[in-house]
């Protein structure tokens, strides 16, 4: 919805409502004192963030003048995501020194944290509404040079005869937005959004479920890292997965393509699921040896997971033959990650699992879901195609047309 909003009404005023929304919501939650207030508050502020996320990336798609200017800039937003996993940190430092305040904390115990958390967003919504520009090109009124141009004139002269430039848009007509149903025929949209969707299941199943995998004996099939470091090693570990696909990313783009690129990182999902056990298996008789197994593992996970979620980016924005639907296809990626809050069910069934079977059989049914959900992401990869096609795609009466002529400057060719 909110991508479909903002090719109609601009991606500005989409992106200030959402902050606005975030802080009002963050203060109200502060003075919630039952379940049911904090679900709704947390929801509508969820409702909210989301069109920071579709904003950013359609407004990056906008602002970037070339597909390798594009691929840098989206290569950025895994190392700022970084900036989500203080937040938790910073709440307990806050709920914390407050612990033994007055009698408002203790009736509002979520006050304190909310309040930093909203100082944060209403910092950031001020910023934005001071100095954020709108990207969405808008039909502007024709100027009243461009009224009284003769173009036939202007077609026979010279330089020396005209002051005017040889090339001029007369006029400019905003294309329609092309709808969602429309989206919904096009097949090599929705094998990229299937593709998109079980990446972001297995790479979340993964995240859900390291707690469990993670503290396991690496004899029982786990990664043997104590619960005490997890939070701190998956901290610097998604760091330098931010810095190693800045750096890398766009790199590899000019360098291989987008599209093979893509489908050889969906294949190296399920080497990693299949690997990790193992390799942790044979490290058993080690304990740094193991650890440090598992930590790459986990590094190696987190740069895929983050450069995949580039690629399909790219991908997306290739999709889109205007800025007037970017916003709407966009969208549609956000709705085909919501596939990733399966991971909470499956994190469920081997809790559930955990007290019927062993420890051992547990981790390797986990790593077998885990790698069958990555080879079925794998194999719709290969059917991804990097750019749509008319007809196959899109009706042609979809697009808008434009005749473009070339006409050369030089008088003695």
């Known amino acids: 919805f909110w991508g479909y909003l903002s090719d109609r009404i601009g991606r500005r005023r989409v992106a200030l409502m959402g902050l606005w929304t975030m802080f009002i919501c963050c203060l109200s939650m502060g003075f919630a004192t039952d379940l049911v207030s904090c679900a709704i508050f947390r929801f509508v502020s969820g409702l909210a963030s989301s069109t920071i996320v579709v904003t950013t990336l359609t407004m990056i798609g906008d602002l970037s003048p070339n597909a390798s200017g594009r691929a840098k800039n989206v290569a950025r937003l895994p ?10 940190i910073v ?20 006050l304190s944290s909310q309040i930093a958390c909203g100082t944060i967003v209403l910092l950031i919504a001020i910023t934005a ?40 848009v007369v006029e400019s007509t905003r294309p329609d937005s092309i709808s969602i149903n429309q989206f919904l025929q096009a097949p090599s949209l929705l094998i990229l959004l299937s593709s998109f969707s079980l990446l972001s299941l297995h790479a979340s199943t993964f ?21 005490n470091w997890l939070n701190i090693t998956v901290l610097v570990v998604r760091g330098i997965a931010g810095v190693a696909i800045l750096r890398g990313v ?19 999902f399920p080497a990693i699921y299949v690997a990790t056990p193992l390799l942790a298996l ?14 790459t593992a986990i590094l190696a996970k987190h740069v895929l997971a983050g450069g995949a979620s580039v690629l399909v980016a790219l991908l997306v924005l290739n999709t889109t ?6 916003g709407t296809v966009v969208g549609m990626m956000q709705v085909a990650s919501l596939f990733k809050a399966l991971a909470v069910a499956v994190s469920g069934a081997s809790f559930y699992l955990s007290g019927e079977f062993s420890v051992a059989t547990t981790n390797y049914a986990l790593w077998t879901c885990l790698s069958l959900f990555g080879l ?18 899109f009706p042609s009466e979809v697009l808008c047309w434009e005749t473009c002529f070339d006409a050369e400057g030089n008088t003695e060719s």
């Open 79 to 88: 190392l700022i995501a970084l900036c989500g996993s203080i937040g938790p």
């Open 91 to 110: 709440r307990g430092m806050v709920s914390e020194s407050d612990k033994s305040s007055g009698a408002v904390w203790q009736r509002f115990p979520t």
């Open 129 to 168: 509404s001071i100095m954020l520009q709108e990207t969405l090109p808008f039909q502007s009124e024709p100027r009243a040079d461009t009224a009284n141009y003769d173009c036939e004139k202007a077609a026979f002269l010279s330089d020396n005869e005209s002051d005017m430039p040889l090339i001029r």
């Open 207 to 227: 995240d859900a479920l390291l707690p469990h995998l993670g503290h396991s004996s690496t004899e029982h099939g786990g990664m043997g890292i104590p619960c």
């Open 250 to 268: 766009p790199q590899l783009i000019e360098k291989f393509g987008l599209l093979k690129l893509y489908r050889s990182v969906s294949l190296f």
């Open 282 to 295: 044979l490290a058993a008789c080690s304990t740094l040896f193991a650890a440090l197994t598992s930590t």
């Open 321 to 326: 033959p205007d800025a007037f639907s970017a």
């Open 376 to 393: 079925v992401g794998a194999a719709l990869a290969w059917f991804v195609r990097e750019r749509p096609s008319v007809d196959r795609d």
